[in-house]
């Protein structure tokens, strides 16, 4: 008897134990989250000041879109803007405890600018960033071109920051400047800087852009289009997750009327 009350004991030590371990790993996540969260809204933060600075920005509502949960466990959070004299923005925030994610859209439709498309991930104590400028134009004049010199030599000032390799897609032959970085929450600064610097390069000089004519506006929203419609027809890996969740017919309406904007022009 004394025995097996020996090792009764023995076992609620180990269970115990077992149980302190995990209540410590719970709140370790949990603590790390709350900073990661800070982290990628400091970065949000950071680039609706930019563009509220240099552009009058105006709340749209998402509507149905304004909360989606994808996968059964991916809750996203979704904003969407107006920018004047720009197009449409759209803003992505989701929150999975052991990892956050962070995704800004600018899909450009009254001048004649890139695509730009960033994501950030912030994985327990470390981060992804993929800052990407699509070519979804019809002409790629000497501004054009000025443009794409000034956003490498944003670029170029993060060289410090480890790279990562991006998965290849059907869409790279869209691709120009691009940045792929990771690091340790020590780089959230230096990231978040990396993000607000070309977008600043991108507005300020894409205030000098001419304003696109009607037809102008068509063949660049055509051009668009085309490559939103091949998301959902060739896939892409953020892509693919929305399509498994919501279907080709949703996850298309989604990133017409949201995502993307294009169906409200």
């Not at 909360?67 to 959070?77: A, D, L, Q, W, Y």
């Not at 450009?108 to 960033?129: C, E, F, H, V, W």
């Not at 480890?162 to 929450?185: N, P, R």
Request: with cysteine.
């Amino acid at each position: 008897m004394k025995q097996k009350g020996k090792a009764k004991k023995i076992i609620l030590g180990i269970l115990g134990g077992l149980l302190a371990v995990i209540a410590l790993v719970v709140i370790a996540v949990c603590i790390i989250a709350n900073q990661n969260v800070k982290a990628m809204n400091s970065t949000i933060d950071a680039v609706l000041a930019e563009l509220n600075a240099q552009h009058t920005v105006t709340a749209v509502d998402p509507g149905q879109y304004q909360e989606m949960t994808i996968s059964g466990i991916m809750k996203f959070n979704v904003e969407q803007y107006d920018i004047a004299d720009v197009g449409n923005l759209s803003v992505m925030r989701v929150n999975m405890g052991v990892m956050q994610m962070a995704t800004v859209v600018i899909t450009p439709q009254d001048k004649n600018l890139p695509l730009l498309s960033a994501d950030y991930m912030y994985i327990l104590g470390t981060r992804k960033a993929y800052l990407e400028f699509y070519d979804v134009v019809a002409e790629k004049d000497e501004q054009y071109l000025a443009l794409l010199d000034a956003l490498e030599a944003s670029r170029k000032n993060y060289a410090h920051l480890e790279d990562i390799t991006a998965s290849e897609a059907w869409y790279d032959h869209l691709l120009t400047v691009t940045t792929y970085k990771t690091g340790s929450s020590k780089a959230d600064a230096d990231l978040e800087n990396m993000l607000v610097d070309s977008l600043k390069v991108y507005l300020t000089q894409g205030k000098e852009f001419p304003t696109l004519t009607e037809a102008e506006r068509t063949e660049k929203l055509a051009i668009t289009q085309e490559y939103t419609d091949g998301l959902i027809a060739k896939g892409g890996i953020s892509t693919d997750v929305f399509k498994s969740s919501l279907g080709d017919e949703e996850t298309k309406k989604f990133f017409d009327q949201t995502f993307f904007g294009t169906a409200a022009n």
